[in-house]
């Protein structure tokens, strides 16, 4: 009977164990149990079924081994089995005292650079060793200086030891030793912080831009964690103060810390930095030699006049032009060096005059161009992506543009470059890669005012067909919406940098007025444009268009067509940075030209252009201007041939923020929303940054539409002002801001509270 029980036992275990069967009961196992739990008739009878299957398979599973072999041996065989198949525990690992995040943080850098991403089933000595010496490190890195690391471990024959970090410097922990557990625990004792800074002896750069070398600067609160001392970072700071000095010409600047006190008990700092500028260089003359092969006289001589200051960056600049212009025409090996031949002083500053001798070394020409790594990647492909052949001038410049075009496929993980000398005047170019996984799986969250909680899930597939074909799927559900969106693209598929592409898309949103739903696709090529960082793309879209509750529509539109038109979208971006940019400027464009001839029954123009401008100026300080315009035409009457979802509905939290989305657009006698054939909208924003993490907005919208293009471009005109909060995460700003209407229609909001993700415009 004993032995009965243990064949059960190995063969449930053997049934959790799988991990097919894990997967197969995670999805099916909570739908199971609520359809096993209504009450209908059907639904018990169903139910009296369903259980039933279940005890005969698990009848058959653990019963029939034991009927069918009976013998010890069997029984002991299944055990076994069930023993092999358990996979050792692995060792764990935990930290605390360092907030929740910052546990996080630590315990994923040790994972990394210590483990590799392995789960060891111990861990060794060493791993401790270096772990503590790594937290130690990282906490005084966050300003506290003089951290308590208390570290508890647990043997696998049960044992538990207690040491701290600082003891392990002295005394390592013996050999061997294998760990089940090791913790932790970070005192972090008291945040170092500058109290007070001053400097001595700065003549040409503001006290204000030296403070910013040591301090975080352009926030208007200036928080302990803003002003974090640490021996590393006041080393920086003295670095970086003497480079913007040595870029003014002062190359032989220097800074000191002539003082510094801390106070352990409180963690304040003073610091008292002394900077010594001495003279202004200044370059009067450079003569530039160039030899060719082996010549011992410059074959070339030519002489300039920069009046430029002299520094370290300047000469470097010069070195980096003067190799630029050989490497283009095939010298791989150029040398370039500069060295000082003359100076004098004149008006308190220091007249350099310079020589910089080019050494062009032999001219080479491409061997192979050989490829490493691809497994399932085509060669041909490879190649024509690189754009260098045999026989050509290597151009090194060239040749690491072309790793570079690899490294856009999105197929590897890391490209390398290598060569290989044939001869004096021939080298083959070595391409080594290696190849990323084909398909990626990612979760997706977000929240907006309207739409309030939303989530989905994004699948790429990368290199399909072994010709760096990608394929995306992205499917998101909202309260508001649904939608869904296909794309195909296969790069360089008709000329270089011209990608080809299909999509398809499909859209369910319920708007302010009505009921949107859209569903299409169509082929287009995208192509970007480097000198001009322009992104064009032009594509054929076939759409199935329907706006459903919206009730008796005369003059607005069609509320149910089908759509054939070319899409022309145009995308200009100078900006710094696309999720928190503090300089630049954007313009985007989308032309839509939809007509009969293209598969479709309405006939309609539809233009709709942004534009941002941002600028930062100073003390944390950011001003940001945005514009936007949108019409619609049509050849015939609106109720013909224009759409009811082409239609413009401004308003929400990237529109004019005192609306809810689409609560904006024009209404009828009725008090109905009706949308907008053109729309024209403006909007300033002045942030001021409370924290690095922490900023204040103030902005104002402003928006003129009309219901009719006849009236283009408004005859009417709602204005917004208002303020938020923001907080900078890696994914974007989270914003919190309220817009109160200057001018509210009957029937609008005195005001919104906006929450949303992501920079406005």
């Known amino acids: 009977m004993a032995n009965f029980f243990q064949v059960i036992e190995s063969r449930v275990r ?34 009296v079924k369903k259980k039933s299957s279940s005890v005969i398979c698990l009848f058959i599973w653990v019963w029939l081994p034991a009927t069918l072999v009976g013998s010890e041996a069997a029984n002991k065989t299944a055990t076994n089995n069930a023993t092999v198949n358990r996979s050792p525990k692995p060792a764990k690992l935990k930290i605390s005292g360092f907030g929740i995040l910052g546990d996080r943080e630590l315990k994923r850098m040790l994972v990394t650079l210590e483990l590799s991403g392995r789960k060891p089933q111990f861990f060794a000595p060493s791993f401790v060793e270096d772990a503590a010496l790594i937290l130690s490190s990282r906490v005084k890195r966050d300003g506290f200086l003089k951290p308590r690391i ?221 490829f490493e790594g691809e497994k399932k990647t085509r060669i041909s492909l490879l190649a024509r992506r690189v754009r260098v052949k045999r026989g050509e001038l290597l151009d090194r410049i060239r040749v690491e543009e072309g790793r570079f075009r690899l490294a856009q496929l999105g197929i590897f993980d890391t490209t390398d470059l290598a060569y290989e000398p044939v001869d004096d005047h021939t080298r083959s170019i070595l391409y080594r890669g290696k190849e990323g996984k084909q398909l990626d799986f990612s979760l997706l969250f977000g929240y907006g005012s309207y739409e309030l909680l939303r989530g989905g899930f994004e699948i790429e597939q990368n290199n399909i067909w072994g010709r760096a074909h990608h394929a995306r799927l992205k499917v998101i559900q909202s309260f508001k919406a649904s939608s869904a969106d296909f794309t195909y693209t296969m790069p360089e598929f008709i000329g270089n940098d011209l990608d080809v592409f299909f999509s398809a898309t499909g859209l369910r949103r319920e708007e302010i007025s009505f009921t949107r739903e859209e569903y299409g696709g169509g082929v287009g090529a995208h192509k970007y444009f480097k000198p001009l960082a322009t992104d064009l793309s032009v594509r054929y879209n076939y759409q199935i268009l329907n706006a459903a509750d919206v009730g008796v529509v005369v003059a607005e539109g069609v509320t149910n067509s089908s759509v054939g038109s070319i899409i022309t979208d145009l995308k200009h971006d100078r900006r710094d940075n696309p999720l928190y940019p503090r300089r630049g400027y954007k313009i985007f464009g989308t032309l839509e030209l939809a007509s009969e001839y293209l ?90 940054a409370l924290t690095p993490k922490w900023s204040l907005v103030l902005f104002s919208d402003s928006l003129g539409l009309a219901r009719q293009v006849a009236k283009y471009p408004f005859d009417s005109g709602l204005y917004s002002v208002g303020g938020g909060i923001r907080w900078k995460t890696i994914i974007g700003p989270v914003r919190l801001e309220y817009g109160h209407n200057l001018n509210p229609r009957p029937g609008d909001p005195a005001g919104t509270l906006q929450f949303s993700l992501g920079f406005p415009f």
């Open 599 to 688: 598969a479709g029954d309405v006939n309609f123009q539809r233009l709709e252009i942004s534009a941002a401008w941002h600028h930062s100026i100073g003390g944390g300080r950011l001003v940001s201007l945005g514009m936007s315009h949108g019409v619609v035409l049509t050849i015939g009457a609106p109720h013909e041939d224009l759409p009811f979802n082409k239609r413009f509905f401004p308003g929400g939290q990237n529109s004019i923020r005192g609306y809810q989305e689409g609560e904006a657009s024009p209404r009828d006698s009725t008090g109905r929303l009706v949308g907008a054939e053109t729309f024209t909208l403006g909007t300033f924003e002045l942030e001021q």
């Open 150 to 370: 208390a570290i508890e471990l647990t043997l696998d024959h049960g044992g538990h030891m207690r040491i701290s970090a600082d003891e392990l410097i002295e005394n390592p922990l013996p050999r061997p030793l294998r760990i089940v557990a090791v913790r932790f625990r970070i005192r972090k004792g008291v945040l170092y912080h500058y109290r007070n800074l001053t400097f001595e002896g700065l003549e040409t750069i503001p006290e204000k831009q030296a403070r910013s070398y040591f301090i975080e600067s352009g926030a208007l609160l200036l928080l302990k964690h803003n002003r974090i001392y640490t021996p590393d970072k006041l080393r920086r700071g003295l670095n970086s103060l003497t480079d913007a000095l040595n870029q003014q010409g002062y190359h032989q600047a220097s800074a000191e810390a002539r003082l510094v006190q801390t106070d352990d008990k409180s963690g304040a700092a003073i610091i008292r930095v002394q900077v010594k500028q001495g003279s202004q260089s200044m370059v009067r003359s450079v003569r530039e030699e160039f030899f060719y092969d082996t010549n011992s006289t410059p074959s070339h001589i030519r002489t300039l006049f920069p009046k430029r200051p002299y520094s370290t960056f300047w000469v470097q600049d010069l070195q980096q032009s003067l190799r630029t212009n050989q490497l283009h025409s095939g010298y791989p090996d150029v040398t370039v060096q500069v060295r000082t031949v003359g100076q004098a002083l004149e008006s308190g500053k220091t007249l350099l005059d310079l020589v910089a001798t080019v050494h062009r070394g032999p001219q080479v020409r491409i061997g192979e161009v050989k």
């Open 14 to 47: 053997l049934f959790w164990d799988g991990s097919p069967w894990r997967l197969f009961l995670s999805f099916v196992g909570p739908k199971a149990r609520l359809s096993w739990s209504r009450k209908s008739k059907s639904g018990s009878k169903n139910r």
